[in-house]
Structures are given as C-alpha cells and as structure tokens.
C-alpha cells in the first residue's frame, strides 16, 4: 500500500488521484484528504507559494 490512498473503502491509486498546477511555481500537485470538501477553491500548492503572491 505504498502508492495508494483508500477513499471510502475503495483503493485508489495516487496517479489516479485529480491533480492542478500550482499558478506560482508551475509544478503539479495532487489531491490531498484535507482538501476533499474544498478542492474547487484549492488555488496554490503550499502556503509558501500562497504568500509569493502577495509579495509580487
């Protein structure tokens, strides 16, 4: 079970999992549980990027 993330009793693999690009740095990163209710609002990949923004 390294490569895979159970969701709702079912295995999925992690390449299968939905992915956007970060607008900041331009790397692609993937869905994450905590993001499950909120994932149409997730813009950025970390906060870090989240900041660079503000910055420029």
């Known amino acids: 079970m390294t490569d895979r ?4 009793n079912k295995m999925v693999r992690k390449s299968d999992l939905p992915q956007k690009t ?3 740095c331009q790397r692609p990163f993937s869905w994450r549980k ?5 994932w149409d609002e997730v813009i950025y990949c970390s906060k870090r990027c989240r900041g660079e923004t ?3």
């Open 5 to 8: 993330k159970r969701t709702s």
């Open 22 to 24: 970060c607008p900041v």
């Open 34 to 38: 905590k993001w499950e209710s909120v």
């Open 54 to 56: 503000k910055k420029s």
